[in-house]
């Protein structure tokens, strides 16, 4: 029941919370490392509870912060205070990351470091301490923390479970935007009576009857803050203390009218002072001294509110809990609040700290100022460079307020908005946009007012409805950004849109309302009008602007200052042309640089198509590893992504269960069955299984979408050919067969001129020209990259070749192509060769298991980066996991595939 003393006081009960958090340290010591969450009202003893738990560890770094209500608002705040001590330790670091925290916490310039890099920095700042010696974070007052320090906090407290690292979160449950996600908890309710009495009977002044204790216990409700505070004063009716008239709502409420009330009984120029450090969330005593000899008061004051035990003073002030600073806050008249923000924005280092000056010289304003927000606007400038957009969004807010020109107020407002719904608080936004509007605009704002209001739409629920109102608001933007809308509002509805003739008629609202291109136009304008042909006009005369667009985007991404942004569509346009070279060119460029520029909002869809690109090439391995890292970044940053890659991959692999799992978890997300890559893997998969009447089933639907005005991916014509023909039906094939020919005439890649031989080979099985016409397809196929696509001529050839009765010959195609097919892991189409082998008298080679089956897909993507040359540090960085959790997955595969090192893992072929 009882613990260990702490501040002079005895600490009751809370055993079995000290036990959790002891075992939690325990295990961390050893390398096992994790997070705990301490969760309970105000005054309840989380504080306390952390203070006995960490004065427990002898031997560790224990890193303190805490979140303060005034500065949820500024950026990495609290990370500062945590990080703030050991920031020395971060030339250790890799370049990148040492910048991103140099960058945050205003040590450099540089540009904006991506969120997701911040996390890892810190991340790798930790793990570069625990090398030494065991770490524990412990940070307070979570409800308070600003949202770039959550985020961080989250990240890293899911990687350090190979780290000797521990963590330690406590703070008030109000709701979802207020807790560090997906950690466990652990709620602290009220003391147990008999805790309850011991506490009071060990603080409480003497002389206490057993009537007012009784009332205090019953009154306290287990809180042990409020069993200190009301038996150290025991002033009121039946020894409770005075307060408000009045109903109040629980326990917090009494507690803050009993600081208020203490507050009031010290002198003047001290309650001043007590509520300039109110303001002061840092506790810098230097810079209060500074503030208060510009209020012309004597700081020694302070020492009357140390001995009323409102505050500590050290080398920081520190309030006697939160409660007290609010409470002081709150009752100080609004005068008075404005001249201590005054005093602290004059006494704080404009160069070393501009942001809080301005932030007190904003809150020292009785009406409007130009020049305070200014300043504000200054800040919130910086606060995005370090990636802040929420606190970028509260300095622009709040400079708004201060702005006197309704004009630029509603300019401001508008800005604070798109920072808003880039932190992810749509409703936030929404708001500001409303506010906005009501200043009133100047008329290129009210055009900027409805892009946003259709933005928030399209942010939160990408339907028809919302890309109609975003198209519609694209209307009296520059012709730069209105084309960009355009864009994004049409490439989003080609992927999911299915309702008959919805895309070629919101393709046909784009083209007749979007502005003229530039005379020098931009890859993305060319990829505009690719699109819109690639929907709007017949396959013969799309290709040009497709294959203008491809271009275009192929020697772009050759420029240093290239951005990844948008390759992705280029890519699968790309694929459409079936352009082996350009696909690849194009998706290893984007990867690489999404990777280089931080660009981790487009790196997992760059991934997915590049793996998509892999999957085509026949590099099955190489897409797997593509898409793991693709969920690794999701994860990281918290992100849900389509998994259209995926289910591509799935379905050329055969594997029938991940096929159905990954529709199983398309479906409620999108609202309907048969979106365009669902079609195409439905088609594959079932081809591959010989199960052709499903494959020709799903290619028709797929057609007929395409026939009613849907985008569908151009790879599924090849798909219905081989589907018909199968079955018997050429003459469903008809309108595939002729979009085949056309993107052979007009693409004329050996890519496309192949698969059209290839289609007119499996449609004219009698015609004298067939062997002719599978020979060259597969010499054609031969020259190209798409390995896959080779090893699946030389299977229909030697099906053909069997059925009419050239065995020797089909052998020597179908053993080919089953062994490229088994080799690439396209196991379905090997099966099926293999079964045409034995149809012909020969029994299919057997190749041993390869161990590396034995791998997860995480273990194979970490040895191949490995195998490839990379440190365990790059590949932290690259999978946003710590050096140490790398190592331990490779002792893993080292165990599974019976090696030791590095050297014999460059020797297996990955």
């Not at 990370?79 to 450099?108: D, I, K």
């Not at 309710?189 to 204790?213: F, I, K, N, Y």
Request: neutral net charge; proline residues 5%; charged residues 25%.
């Amino acid at each position: 029941m009882r613990g260990k003393e702490a501040d002079g006081m005895l600490f009751v009960a809370r055993q079995a919370e000290l036990r959790a958090i002891e075992q939690m340290t325990r295990a961390a010591a050893d390398g096992r490392g994790g997070a705990l969450a301490l969760v309970g009202e105000a005054g309840i003893g989380k504080s306390a509870l952390l203070d006995t738990a960490v004065g427990a560890l002898d031997g560790w770094l224990v890193l303190r912060a805490g979140g303060t209500e005034f500065e949820r608002d500024l950026p990495y705040a609290v990370l500062h205070q945590l990080c703030a001590p050991v920031l020395e330790h971060r030339v250790g670091l890799p370049e990148v990351q040492r910048q991103a925290l140099e960058s945050v916490f205003g040590l450099g310039g540089g540009t904006a470091p991506s969120p997701l890099m911040v996390r890892l920095a810190v991340l790798g700042l930790l793990h570069e301490l625990a090398r030494h010696r065991p770490v524990c974070c412990v940070v307070d007052d979570t409800h308070w923390i600003d949202s770039g320090t959550r985020q961080v906090l989250a990240f890293v407290a899911r990687r350090v479970a190979a780290e000797r690292i521990a963590m330690v979160f406590a703070g008030r449950d109000r709701g979802p935007g207020t807790r560090v996600p997906d950690l466990p908890h652990l709620s602290l309710p009220g003391l147990e009576d008999e805790d309850a009495r011991a506490l009071l009977q060990s603080t409480a002044r003497a002389g206490l009857d057993d009537e007012v204790m009784d009332r205090i216990l019953a009154e306290a409700g287990g809180n042990p803050l409020a069993l200190l505070e009301f038996g150290r004063v025991a002033a009121g009716p039946l020894g409770l203390p005075g307060g408000r008239d009045g109903p109040r709502d629980g326990v917090v409420d009494v507690l803050e009218d009993e600081f208020a009330r203490r507050l009031r009984r010290l002198p003047a120029a001290t309650r001043t002072l007590v509520v300039l450090a109110a303001a002061e969330p840092v506790g810098d005593l230097a810079l209060l001294r500074r503030a208060a000899k510009r209020l012309d008061l004597d700081p020694a004051g302070l020492a009357d509110a140390e001995d009323d035990g409102l505050v500590f003073l050290g080398p920081r002030l520190r309030f006697r809990h939160p409660l007290v600073r609010s409470a002081v806050y709150r009752q100080a008249a609004p005068p008075t609040r404005r001249r201590v923000h005054a005093a602290l924005a004059d006494a704080t280092d404009p160069d070393t700290d501009p942001d809080r000056r301005a932030w007190h010289r904003a809150h020292a304003v009785v009406d409007t100022d130009e020049d305070a927000a200014t300043e504000l606007v200054r800040a919130a400038g910086r606060a995005q460079l370090r990636g802040g957009f929420a606190a970028d969004s509260a300095f622009l807010e709040r400079a708004a307020h201060l702005t006197p020109d309704p004009g630029r107020r509603a300019e401001r407002l508008l800005a604070a908005a798109r920072s808003r719904l880039r932190a992810g608080a749509p409703a936030e936004a929404r708001r500001l946009v409303a506010q906005a509007e009501r200043c009133p605009p100047a008329p290129g704002d009210r055009a900027e007012a409805r892009l946003q209001h259709a933005l928030i739409d399209f942010h939160v629920e990408r339907s028809a409805a919302a890309t109609a109102a975003l198209v519609d608001a694209a209307v009296g933007l520059d012709p730069d950004r209105a084309r960009e809308t355009y864009l994004e509002a049409f490439a989003s509805a080609m992927f999911v849109d299915r309702l008959p003739g919805r895309l070629r008629q919101l393709g046909a609202r784009i083209r007749a309302q979007a502005p003229p291109r530039r005379r020098s136009a931009r890859p993305v304008d060319l990829l505009l009008d690719a699109l819109l042909d690639q929907v709007l006009l017949p396959v013969e005369e799309a290709v040009p602007a497709m294959r203008r667009a491809v271009d275009a985007f192929r020697t772009a991404a050759d420029r240093a200052s290239a951005s990844p942004w948008w390759m992705e569509l280029a890519c699968l346009m790309a694929i459409d042309l079936r352009d082996d070279e350009a696909m690849e060119a194009i998706s290893a460029r984007q990867v690489e640089l999404a990777r280089g520029q931080g660009a981790y909002a487009v790196l997992p869809q760059a991934l997915r198509c590049h793996a998509i690109a892999r999957t085509a090439l026949g590099r099955h391995g190489e897409a797997s590893a593509s898409l793991a890292e693709a969920r690794a970044v999701d994860e990281a940053a918290g992100t849900v992504k389509l998994a259209f890659g995926e289910l591509i991959l799935a379905a050329w692999r055969g594997d029938v269960d991940r096929v159905g799992d990954l529709r199983a978890a398309l479906h409620p997300r999108l609202g309907r069955e048969d979106v365009v890559a669902e079609l195409y893997a439905i088609a594959v998969l079932s081809n591959g299984l010989g199960d052709c009447a499903t494959a020709l089933d799903a290619a028709l639907d797929a057609q007929e979408q395409q026939r009613r005005g849907s985008y569908v991916i151009w790879s599924l014509n090849q798909e219905l050919v081989e589907a018909a023909a199968r079955t018997g039906r050429p003459e469903a094939a008809a309108t595939a067969l002729n979009r085949i020919e056309a993107v052979a005439r007009t693409s004329g890649t050996e890519w496309a001129v192949a698969t059209h031989l290839l289609a007119q080979a499996l449609l004219e099985p009698g015609s004298a020209s067939t062997d002719s016409r599978y020979r060259e397809a597969i010499d054609l196929f031969a020259r190209t990259e798409v390995r896959v696509h080779h090893a699946r001529a030389r299977l229909t050839y030697g099906e053909w070749l069997r059925r009419e009765g050239r065995r020797a010959e089909a052998r020597v195609e179908l053993r080919a192509a089953h062994e490229a097919l088994s080799a690439i892991g396209a196991d379905a189409f090997a099966g099926r060769a293999a079964r045409e082998l034995v149809a012909t008298g020969e029994r299919p080679r057997r190749d041993g298991t390869s161990p590396l089956g034995l791998l997860t897909a995480q273990e194979r993507l970490i040895a191949g980066k490995v195998a490839a040359g990379a440190t365990s540090r790059e590949v932290a960085a690259t999978l946003f996991l710590s050096p140490r959790t790398i190592d331990t997955h490779l002792r893993n595969v080292y165990r599974k595939l019976g090696i030791s090192s590095r050297r014999q893992l460059r020797d297996l072929s990955l």
